[in-house]
């Protein structure tokens, strides 16, 4: 069976690389049938050169999409070879441009006779294919101009990971990781103060039992998050999103965003028209999470936590 049959897609960084390595190794036997005296890697500086105009390497860099220290590199050796000169900038002295030689124009005189056999050569290989390579090549570079295949690749991980994920009412047996997720974030920061120990020690007497809820993310049936939505004895907030702790080994995997939404549906599905909550703007992930669930910040605000800096509302009519 075929190496690539067995890894399938996941290969197609090496494969494409092999398919380049091949068509390279050719390109330079038939600079060589033509009497051509570069390396493939030259070609598309060459060819804007070949163009008439002298060019700044920062503008040859910019239309091929190459770096500025890649066509740097890639002068300097067609300098070697004679091939290209520096000419000074007419509209402004202190700069350089970069030009052909004289030889350097005669190799392209020959270049372009090259290239019409070279086209000729691609066009039969196209004839005999179900697919247009260069259309496909094409295609894939404005995709991944959108959205980059590390993107993706994350997208699709996240998407897998999501279906072994459960978000499950809280159960007495969760009390501990309850208790250690919100202990480990709390004091990575600052010290528990006394309402945490109430709440962390007792989440069944200070939350539960006052009609508030608490919600566990589970991922291959092994806790990993939680977040509360407490009962609020406020004229104005019935109830408060509390609690949102995850493990290190939760992130990137959304569970963030998937407890607060159940904290918010419940919210919903309780009458309230108002969610409160209170944090710190040292958090930044979960700010921006709270920002991106649609959560404001209040103007004015009375922390009931000595590590409270920033306290905001979500309105649920």
């Known amino acids: 069976m075929n190496f690539f049959d067995q890894t399938g897609k996941m290969a197609i960084g090496s494969r494409l690389r092999m398919l380049t390595d091949k068509i390279t190794v050719d390109a330079t036997s038939i600079y060589k049938m033509f009497g051509i005296d570069i390396k493939p890697k030259w070609f598309p500086v060459f ?10 390497i920062t503008s040859i860099a910019k239309e ?4 500025h220290p890649s066509v740097s590199n ?39 006779e090259s290239l019409i056999d070279v086209t000729t050569a691609v066009e039969d290989i196209s004839k005999d294919t179900h697919h247009d390579l260069w259309k496909a090549i094409g295609e894939w570079e404005e995709l991944l101009s959108e959205k980059s295949l590390l993107q993706r690749v994350e997208d ?25 997720l919100n202990e480990n974030w709390i004091t990575s920061h600052w010290q528990l103060e006394p309402h945490d120990l109430e ?15 608490i919600f566990v993310a589970t991922y291959k ?3 990993i998050g939680v977040c509360a ?54 958090l930044k992930p979960a700010i921006s999470l709270y920002r991106k669930l649609g959560f404001k910040e209040l103007r004015e605000y009375h922390p009931a936590y000595a590590r409270g800096d920033i306290q905001m509302e979500l309105l649920l009519e």
């Open 64 to 67: 091929i999409g190459h770096s």
């Open 156 to 180: 699709a991980k996240k998407a897998r990971e999501s279906k072994e994920i459960q978000i499950i009412p809280y159960e007495p047996s969760h009390q501990p990781i309850f208790k250690s």
């Open 221 to 223: 049936n092994k806790p």
């Open 47 to 56: 060819f804007i050169l070949s163009q008439g105009e002298a060019r700044a």
């Open 229 to 282: 939505l407490c009962k609020m004895n406020d004229s104005i907030y019935d109830y408060e999103l509390a609690k949102l702790a995850l493990a290190s080994s939760s992130h990137g995997k959304g569970i963030g965003q998937l407890l607060c939404k159940a904290v918010i549906d419940k919210a919903k599905e309780l009458g309230a028209t108002r969610l409160f909550l209170e944090s710190n703007t040292l």
């Open 74 to 112: 890639i002068v300097k050796e067609m300098q070697l070879k004679g091939l290209v000169q520096e000419v000074v900038d007419k509209s402004d002295k202190r700069k350089n441009l970069i030009t052909l030689s004289t030889k350097g124009k005669h190799m392209s005189e020959i270049l372009a």
């Open 199 to 213: 709440t962390l020690n007792y989440p069944k007497e200070s939350i539960l039992d006052k009609g508030g809820h």
